[in-house]
């Protein structure tokens, strides 16, 4: 019974982290994005002058 509860409580917290994780990564990414093609444009400009 005690390992079959551990198991459960094991999963849960995996599936909790996952969902965590995944949240933090789509706040995260469209900044990571957005900085690159930031960065990407501002070398276009400068090397086009």
Known sequence: ???????FVQRTLAAITLVLVLGALSMIW???I???LGVLL???SCSAE
């Open 1 to 7: 019974m005690i390992t079959v509860k551990s198991q």
């Open 30 to 32: 469209p900044a990571i």
């Open 34 to 36: 957005g900085l690159f």
């Open 42 to 44: 501002l070398l276009q």
